[in-house]
């Protein structure tokens, strides 16, 4: 029996546990995970965003989380450049992706290379984009307060 590769992509921004709970679900599907955590540079161009925490820091926690056995920075868009580098045999995605054009697309892609698609449900009432809404939200109320 082959191991088993997975590769959980994200951007592992603001670390909360829906971040924990996707890496432990994709850790106990596969023998060795692979987090890519995506570089400052690709989530400007994909999600027109900064990220709050920095790459290198993002890599370093998510690279300290045990059901973690390596954390690579992800600097292309290209999913399957990413296959080609690593070689991975799962590829985690949070169900949003289902059903969609592009999950569809990466979908066909991977089970070109022999890759599974395995989606994972959010966590709910959790997300880096709320966690960040509330941060401007604190950043705006004390602005205010000191003028």
Same mark, same amino acid.
């Given at each position: 029996m082959?191991?088993?590769i997975g590769y959980a992509a994200g951007a592992y921004d603001l670390f909360h546990v829906g971040h924990l709970n996707i890496l432990k679900r994709a850790k106990e599907q596969c023998d060795y995970l692979i987090a890519g955590v995506v570089s400052d $540079?690709? /989530?400007e161009q994909t999600k027109k965003m900064r990220p709050t925490v920095p790459l290198e820091e993002r890599l370093e926690i998510v690279r300290s989380i045990c059901y973690v056995d390596e954390? *690579?920075?992800e600097t292309v868009p290209d999913k399957l450049e990413m296959w080609r580098r690593l070689q991975f045999t799962l590829f985690f995605k949070g169900d949003d992706w289902r059903g969609t054009e592009k999950g569809l697309? /990466? $979908?066909r892609e991977f089970a070109a *290379?022999?890759?599974e698609v395995v989606y994972f449900p959010y966590t709910v009432n959790t997300s880096s984009t709320g966690l960040r809404r509330a941060l401007e939200l604190i950043e705006e109320m004390s602005a205010r307060a000191r003028a």
């Open positions: 082959s191991q088993r $540079e690709m /989530l954390a *690579v920075a697309k /990466l $979908e *290379v022999g890759v």
